[in-house]
């Protein structure tokens, strides 16, 4: 069946340290985002990709960084940690079309102290 | 700033009864319009979608949707115990691309 993971789902860092965040997905979806979701905010959009080589910049993505390479991976990367990036971080793709629903990684919980 | 906006909650139901669930939404162009449900410690899971006015039915859910007022509702019937959850409004606004906006969500709480 097709599907989207993400790799770790449990990560703890220290502050300072670069983190890469594995998402995959198997749907041949071109359109890819990047989600973290905090208490008392709700999902806030990082970064989303709308196919190979295509990178666009999300409400909260200063810190972090994406590359599209191929169609079933986009990885977020955490340039330099810091404490405010703790946080649960989604995975969600989506298909080419006027239907835009999006589906959901089940998520990695990152710690930074 | 797009917004979509939901009552935290916590919204407390009996078991068998009508769950209703509201989201307002602050662009007018907005065109596609969902609800997810989040289990805790889980991620959303893509629940209804619905683009054009009235209601769309499904099982036991209904989304309604009136652009005019800016409005989107969930009505869940015969609410069971295992429909806890936090229920996530996101809104498509217009010319956002494939963007979604999500609302902060309701909490549903089913007691038996």
């Known amino acids: 069946d097709a599907e989207i993971t993400q790799s770790p789902r449990h990560k703890i860092t220290e502050t300072g340290r670069q983190v890469t965040l594995a998402c995959h997905q198997t749907w041949n979806h071109n359109n890819m985002f990047w989600y973290r979701q905090d208490l008392g905010h709700g999902l806030r959009l990082i970064h989303y990709s709308y196919g190979v080589q295509d990178t666009n910049k999300g409400e909260v993505s200063d810190g972090y960084s994406v590359s599209r390479s191929n169609t079933e991976d986009l990885p977020l990367t955490l340039e330099s940690a810091a404490s405010s990036q703790t946080s649960v971080y989604f995975c969600a793709s989506s298909a080419v079309g006027a239907v835009y629903e999006q589906y959901f990684g089940p998520g990695t919980r990152l710690t930074v102290t | 700033q797009k917004e979509v906006e939901q009552n935290s909650g916590p919204l407390s139901v009996p078991e068998g009864a009508i769950a209703s669930l509201n989201c307002t939404y602050s662009d007018r162009g907005s065109q596609s319009f969902f609800w997810y449900r989040q289990y805790s410690g889980k991620s959303p899971e893509l629940i209804m979608s619905i683009y054009s006015n009235g209601d769309k039915e499904d099982g036991r859910f209904t989304a309604q949707l009136n652009k005019a007022s800016q409005y989107v509702s969930l009505l869940i019937r015969d609410s069971q115990p295992s429909d806890s959850a936090t229920y996530l409004c996101?809104?498509?606004?217009?010319?956002?691309?494939?963007?979604?906006?999500f609302g902060k969500g309701t909490t549903l709480s089913v007691s038996s």
């Open positions: 996101a809104v498509n606004p217009w010319q956002a691309g494939t963007a979604l906006i």
